[in-house]
């Protein structure tokens, strides 16, 4: 099993609703020796989230959480992984709002990828806003998760340069892939390596 392997390196969970993209390319990360992750968990509130097919391929555990009954689905959430000793929370695309709460319980413990140069375009639809805004540059941002909507503590940041042809999707096709090579570092920079 997962566990059974990489015991020296901190154990995290990965939250997605979606693609899973990041969740992969987070997989990959884990499994250089330079990684000091471990994944050990995969969380999702979607179960026809594509990226959960990652789970079965690399033989990672996976819940799935709906939060629609979100107190009482958080409770469940933290103690699967308290019971894990989960130390780490790596959110890649997950959809829903983490209370204040679940948050307090991993402080300093949850970092999140977003698709914007934050403190710029929180929230959904960035490359829209960006386009419709005409800005020259946007990006992606790892930082840490505070009860405030994509405003915790910067990590890094990557930045694009906008086209004069560009769509959202295009865009986003860009900025996907500076949020891959963003992440790990983000990462190995929080645990100074
Ligand atoms: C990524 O672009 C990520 O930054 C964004 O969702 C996409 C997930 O792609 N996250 C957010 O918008 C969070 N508010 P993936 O499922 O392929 O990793």
């Known amino acids: 099993m997962a566990e059974s392997t990489g015991n020296k390196k901190i154990k995290t969970a990965v939250f997605i609703s979606g693609t899973g993209s990041n969740l992969n390319n ?14 050990n968990l995969i ?10 097919k990652f789970a079965k391929k690399f033989n990672i555990e996976k819940k799935i959480f709906y939060f ?10 933290l103690k699967v992984l308290k019971d894990r000793k989960i130390n780490l929370i790596c959110l890649a695309g997950f959809m829903r709002i983490l209370s204040k709460n679940f948050i307090k319980n991993f402080k300093g413990k949850i970092l999140n990828i977003h698709p914007s140069l934050l403190p710029k375009y929180k929230g959904l639809n960035t490359h829209k806003r960006v386009l419709k805004n005409k800005e020259k540059y946007t990006g992606c941002t790892v930082h840490f998760v505070s009860p405030k909507l994509d405003s915790g503590k910067i990590i890094m940041q990557r930045k694009i340069k906008i086209k004069n042809q560009d769509t959202s999707e295009k865009i986003a096709k ?7 090579k963003l992440y790990p570092k983000a990462i190995l920079k929080l645990f100074n390596l």
Do not use: C, M
């Open 43 to 52: 969380i999702s509130n979607n179960p026809k989230s594509k990226g959960l």
């Open 174 to 180: 860009r900025v996907l892939i500076q949020e891959h």
């Open 26 to 39: 987070l997989i990959q990360f884990s499994k250089k020796k330079k990684s000091p992750i471990f994944i």
């Open 68 to 77: 629609k009954r979100k107190t009482f689905d958080e409770k469940k959430l």
